[in-house]
């Protein structure tokens, strides 16, 4: 079974301050996606990633997807308010069938 | 214009009723899903639907029984509700394909009493 953990689970930090998220899987993925979740919304999908190795940048979001194509990260720098939501990864393989990380929750304090 | 649109939004009901709920989008995807999301925010494809043929079907109950009369639209049609049906469900949609963005509709809250 393909698991991707999240850490971590839950976040909360002061606006301004930078903070990295960690997607990690013991399977390799063709991609890996990240997505953010609002309350009472539908996840939306940030970037997708399809090289081992590949840095995707989002104005203050910086997506990273590991050399061996197992792992991903998501650095955010100087954090707002606006940045509160659960942030998702999804692995894809060869198929449109998506895994979903077990997500993180970030909590942006003004 | 809403893109994935699913109704209801909320709906509450008793344990062993029968329910409905409906997703039409309308961005000429030819592959739907359903997804289920569970009160720790775990989200898990149910359905794929890739133009009305059932392409991804997960260890789901059979009493979760989805149907699409055409590629806008897959509803999902749950029999003998029980407790642990409870949570979020997601309808989304995406080009057929590996990798392509899957758009999510604004969820259903299902809560069973």
């Known amino acids: 079974t393909q698991l991707l953990e999240q850490s971590p689970q839950f976040l909360s930090i002061q606006e301004g301050e930078n903070l990295t998220v960690y997607c990690n899987s013991s399977?390799?993925?063709?991609?890996l996606q990240w997505y953010r979740q609002e309350p009472g919304e539908g996840p939306v999908l940030l970037v997708t990633v399809v090289t081992g190795g590949e840095v995707k940048k989002l104005k203050r979001l910086t997506f990273q997807f590991g050399d061996a194509r197992k792992d991903s990260s998501l650095h955010i720098t100087a954090a707002q308010p606006g940045d509160t939501g659960l942030y998702l990864c999804?692995?894809?393989?060869?198929?449109?069938?998506?895994?979903f990380g077990t997500g993180t929750l970030l909590a942006v304090q003004p | 214009d809403t893109a994935v649109s699913q109704t209801p939004k909320y709906l509450v009901t008793q344990m062993g009723n029968d329910k409905s709920i409906k997703c039409e989008q309308n961005?000429?995807?030819?592959?739907m899903y359903w997804y289920k999301q569970d009160s720790k925010k775990f989200l898990k494809i149910m359905f794929s639907y890739n133009n009305k043929e059932l392409i991804i079907n997960e260890t789901v109950p059979n009493r979760f029984s989805p149907k699409s009369p055409d590629k806008a639209h897959l509803n999902l049609h749950i029999n003998s509700l029980e407790l642990g049906d409870s949570a979020v469900y997601f309808c989304?949609?995406?080009?057929?394909?590996?990798?392509?963005?899957?758009?999510f509709g604004e969820g259903s809250w299902l809560t069973v009493v």
């Open positions: 399977s390799v993925f063709s991609s």
């Open positions: 989304a949609s995406s080009r057929r394909g590996v990798g392509n963005t899957i758009y």
């Open positions: 999804a692995g894809g393989g060869a198929t449109n069938k998506l895994i």
């Open positions: 961005l000429g995807h030819d592959t």
